[in-house]
């Protein structure tokens, strides 16, 4: 107290402060709040790397769209490419096709392309330019064909009998390492099969069975079965028929139709009943073909009960006959002389709505002309005409040839000026 005492002061000492208003009580309540600003800069601090990070995975998100966008722009572009360059390639082929078109048609002055012309063009342009193609995927990066392609330009040129184009494919393959497979070999033996070079048929087959990773399946075995049984080689059909079932390759209904369809053919009516007996105990569900095969061949017997019967249970079935159905059915009843049976298909016919072709009204003016019945043979050329049908040469032959057994000469030449005056321009496309 003397120590403070003694202290001089000059002045009167100064009042206390006033009383600390309401309002600043507050504030200084709101001190602690201040006084714990360590925590919310460390509140800050989280905050500011919340947004980074947002950032941060906001640019990568940024980042990943536009390698997707240039991803997307390069796909683009490359599809944009590939297209200019199919349609540059169809600019070509259509170019091409018609100057050789153009090249067929002849002189100026021909009046008439005819189909066979556009067709043998069509078919010329199709085999050099997939053959053109075939040598330009080699030369293009990242493009080299493979054994599909080579399997769809070796179907190509069998079509056009390009049998040495085929060998020069089939040379190619091998001089690229690419092996032929189930679907290379069954086009070519079915090819060579249909144009009856067994030779060639034979070595595919044995060149395909030496193959390790090459197997025949039910296509092999149903060409090999077609070639031989079409040819009339009976015996050999059924060799090859026990071999590929003993390998076990079983047959399906296409196995079936060609049996039956060579057995007919061939005149065995006991084994082509066998087949369907064998088909009726495993329930091997008939088509169009089945009936089609065994009606033609009933008829061609001359076992009018039986085709009809068939005919009748083809209807019951729900399978629709067709032309060739209608075509078998003419036939039968023309060698048999059955004109009534002829005029109730015509009937049937009216009530229908299948699509006739020239070939089932060549087999109408074949029976009426066996018949004798030339009346109905000249209308058949009226319901030609109101069908959309036009004659060709078969039927100008066919009706040529029943005149002149009959020895009516008059007709003959009346036909025959038929035939120069307009019927010849309009069937020289038709021979068959």
């Not at 002061?9 to 360590?38: L, V």
């Not at 490419?81 to 048609?105: C, D, F, G, H």
């Not at 005819?114 to 493009?143: D, F, N, Q, Y």
């Not at 066996?370 to 100008?396: H, N, S, W």
């Amino acid at each position: 107290m003397a120590s403070l005492s003694s202290t001089p002061y000059p002045h009167r000492p100064p009042p206390p402060p006033p009383p600390i208003p309401t309002r600043q009580c507050k504030t200084q309540r709101a001190r602690p709040i201040r006084a714990s600003s360590s925590a919310s800069d460390g509140a800050g601090e989280l905050s500011v790397t919340d947004g980074a990070r947002r950032r941060s995975r906001s640019g990568a998100v940024d980042a990943e769209k536009l390698r997707e966008r240039e991803a997307r722009e390069r796909k683009e572009e490359v599809n944009r490419k590939i297209a200019s360059q199919k349609a540059v390639s169809v600019i070509l082929r259509r170019e091409a096709t018609k100057a050789l078109i153009e090249k067929k048609r002849g002189p100026t002055n021909s009046r008439k392309l005819l189909p066979r012309t556009v067709l043998e063009a069509l078919h010329e342009r199709i085999t050099a330019l997939r053959w053109e193609s075939a040598l330009k995927m080699k030369s293009t990066r990242g493009c080299q064909p493979d054994v599909h392609t080579y399997s769809i330009l070796i179907k190509s040129c069998l079509q056009v009998f390009a049998y040495d184009k085929v060998q020069d494919l089939l040379s190619d393959m091998e001089a690229e390492g690419i092996k032929p497979n189930t679907i290379t070999y069954n086009t070519l033996i079915d090819s060579y099969g249909k144009a009856k070079m067994f030779a060639e048929m034979e070595s595919r087959i044995a060149e395909m069975l030496r193959q390790p990773d090459c197997e025949p399946d039910v296509w092999t075995m149903n060409s090999t079965l077609r070639a031989f049984g079409g040819s009339g080689q009976i015996g050999t059909m059924e060799k090859c028929y026990e071999k590929f079932q003993s390998a076990g390759i079983q047959p399906n209904i296409r196995t079936f139709n060609i049996l039956l369809d060579s057995f007919a053919k061939a005149g065995n009516y006991e084994k082509m009943s066998a087949v369907m007996e064998y088909m009726q105990k495993y329930q091997y569900s008939w088509t169009s073909v089945t009936y089609n095969v065994l009606i033609d061949a009933f008829g061609r017997a001359c076992d009018l009960k039986q085709m009809e019967h068939l005919f009748r249970l083809m209807q019951s079935e729900r399978i629709k006959p067709n032309c060739v159905t209608l075509c078998s059915l003419v036939r039968a009843y023309g060698q048999t002389g059955k004109a009534d049976k002829i005029k109730g298909v015509l009937r049937f016919i009216d009530n229908s709505d299948v699509m006739l072709d020239t070939v089932f009204f060549n087999c109408l003016v074949d029976a009426f002309g066996r018949m004798e019945c030339f009346a109905e043979m000249k209308d058949v050329l009226e319901m030609m005409k109101q069908k959309g049908c036009k004659p060709d040469k078969i039927t100008y032959r066919t009706m040529v040839k029943a005149y002149s057994n009959s020895g009516m000469m008059s007709h003959v030449k009346e036909l025959q000026a038929l035939f120069e005056s307009g019927w010849k321009s309009s069937t020289e496309d038709g021979e068959v």
